[in-house]
């Protein structure tokens, strides 16, 4: 699937990625949502510190969620 990157951040055609949100599982400033065609589709980051000491990490991780259901 090729979804071309909206440099505009409009609600349009394209994606783009989303920094001014706030989720306590990540990071601070290291997490955005991924827009694609105005709709939250996913989000991608680094866990929080806190969240990789809960599940016994011993390495920092970035995750990536992603709804394809828009693709299909």
């Known amino acids: 699937v090729k979804v071309p990157y909206n440099e505009n951040r409009t609600n349009d ?6 920094n001014q949100c706030e989720d306590s599982a990540f990071f601070p400033g290291r997490h955005a949502q991924v827009i694609v065609g105005g709709e939250n589709i996913g989000v991608v980051g ?14 920092p991780c970035s995750i990536l969620e992603i709804n ?4 299909v």
């Open 13 to 18: 055609k394209g994606y783009y990625l989303n």
């Open 46 to 59: 680094v866990l929080h510190p806190n969240v990789i000491e809960h599940f016994g990490l011993k390495l």
């Open 68 to 71: 394809i259901e828009p693709f």
